[in-house]
């Protein structure tokens, strides 16, 4: 079977108005007015990436609605940030459909800051508007980082840089929030306050998220829907409706966590 192009990924950092314009025209709810069928924030069918003649993605299918908070996990090398650097649009080598309405923002484990620019600078840095030293200054408060605004990265503790790199994302206004175990390098204390302010962000932006995470707990506390990477495809969804913010020990998650732990392939020592 002939892969088809992924051609309509909006790469990060585009303007947001003509990206967004150009994946509902490609969703098919462009042009009538008035109000608009809802189109997927993020859409991917037969997603396929080689490595060395080995398929890390094989005809992967996913959609992510506007605004849903998405938990992927999977074992270490099942392909979980190639996926979320070709949602990124930042990798020109997958093969089939892919789709991005509106703008796509990242933040990896390292937070990946340039240590001869000032935080503020960092992460007003692309950004094209007119007053790009406001809206990082806002984004800093936002994650509580106003206080270091002027400070340089390298000075920065882990939990600091990690809200440095979400204030990066956030500025750009992201329909689609990709996090690639944005907290795995994080203390158990810093982690818990992060989850927080995560889940604040999204509640007040509302973007569609795609967490990347090798921690079943955090999936399960954070997430709307829980996906296994296995075999290049979704091996595995699971939903959460239970309202947050949630107790880990909640009876309503065991079953889900006994089910992701055995999609992983974890053997269960103690159940219960
Ligand atoms: P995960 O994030 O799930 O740990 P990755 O997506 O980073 O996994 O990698 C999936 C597989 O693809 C791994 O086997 C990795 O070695 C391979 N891979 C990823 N990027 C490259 C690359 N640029 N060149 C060659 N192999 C790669
Ligand atoms: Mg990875």
Redesign the pocket.
């Known amino acids: 079977m002939a892969p088809r192009t992924a051609g309509s990924v909006t790469a990060p950092g585009r303007g947001g108005e003509a990206a967004a314009r150009r994946g509902a025209a490609i969703g098919g709810s462009g042009g009538s007015g008035g109000s608009a069928p809802r189109v997927n924030t993020a859409h991917v069918r037969g997603l396929s990436r080689y490595?060395?003649g080995?398929a890390?993605l094989d005809q992967l299918d996913l959609d992510i609605a506007p605004g849903e908070f998405v938990a992927l996990i999977?074992?270490?090398?099942?392909?979980?940030?190639?996926?979320?650097?070709a949602l990124a649009g930042l990798d020109p080598a997958v093969t089939g459909e892919l789709q991005v309405d509106g703008t796509a923002a990242v933040a990896f484990q390292e937070p990946r800051l340039l240590p001869w620019r000032r935080v503020s600078d960092n992460v007003r840095l692309g950004l094209r508007a007119d007053d790009t030293r406001a809206i990082a200054r806002a984004a800093l408060d936002e994650v509580g980082l106003t206080a270091r605004a002027d400070a340089w990265p390298l000075t920065l503790s882990g939990g600091e840089a990690q809200r440095a790199a979400l204030a990066r994302a956030l500025v750009r206004e992201p329909s689609l929030l990709l996090l690639?175990e944005p907290f795995s390098a994080l203390d158990a204390l810093t982690r818990i306050t992060m989850h927080r302010l995560v889940l604040r962000l999204w509640a007040h932006h509302q973007p569609a998220v795609l967490l990347?995470t090798h921690d079943v707990d955090e999936a399960l506390s954070l997430a709307d829907r829980v996906l296994v990477?296995g075999g290049g495809r979704i091996a595995y969804s699971g939903r959460i409706d239970a309202p947050r913010p949630r107790d880990r020990d909640d009876p309503g998650l065991a079953d889900l966590r006994t089910r992701l732990l055995t999609e992983l392939g974890v053997a269960l020592e103690v159940n219960g």
């Not at 999977?74 to 650097?85: A, D, E, Q």
């Open positions: 490595f060395g080995q890390v999977g074992r270490s090398g099942s392909g979980k940030s190639t996926l979320l650097r690639d990347v990477l």
